[in-house]
């Protein structure tokens, strides 16, 4: 399983950014998909993640009603989509895939990882 974050840039406090993960490897229904960030100095925490079918998603209570999670199974693709932004949003943002314990938000949770990509948020 592969997995690779892209879509991140500069942006400036209010605006919005879509991140895009793409999968590759085994059956992209059989997993999970999840969103952390790690911010400079501080631990990588959770951020939203999916069902395998894309009907139900859970978010972390900073992001909630700023950003929205959806997934694309005939394109292997994740979004985030991220509205609203705040420096405090700055970021490395990750995706990752996991195949147990929905509603977990624990990094060591998750089964595949994927490269970053830097979100910037300029005040």
């Known amino acids: 399983v592969q997995l690779q974050a892209f879509g991140g840039g500069l942006v400036q406090a209010g605006g919005s950014l879509r991140l895009s993960c793409k999968y590759s490897g085994r059956a992209f229904g059989d997993y999970y998909m999840g969103w952390f960030r790690q911010a400079p100095g501080k631990e990588r925490e959770f951020v939203a993640a999916?069902?395998?079918?894309?009907?139900?998603?859970y978010y972390a209570d900073f992001v909630k009603g700023r950003f929205t999670t959806s997934r694309d199974n005939a394109k292997n693709t994740v979004y985030l989509q991220m509205n609203s932004l705040k420096p405090e949003d700055t970021a490395v943002y990750y995706c990752?895939?996991?195949?147990?314990?929905?509603?977990?938000?624990?990094?060591?949770?998750?089964?595949?990882w994927g490269k970053g990509t830097q979100v910037t948020v300029s005040s």
């Open positions: 990752a895939a996991f195949s147990t314990n929905w509603g977990t938000t624990r990094s060591d949770a998750m089964d595949y």
């Open positions: 999916i069902l395998w079918s894309g009907r139900s998603s």
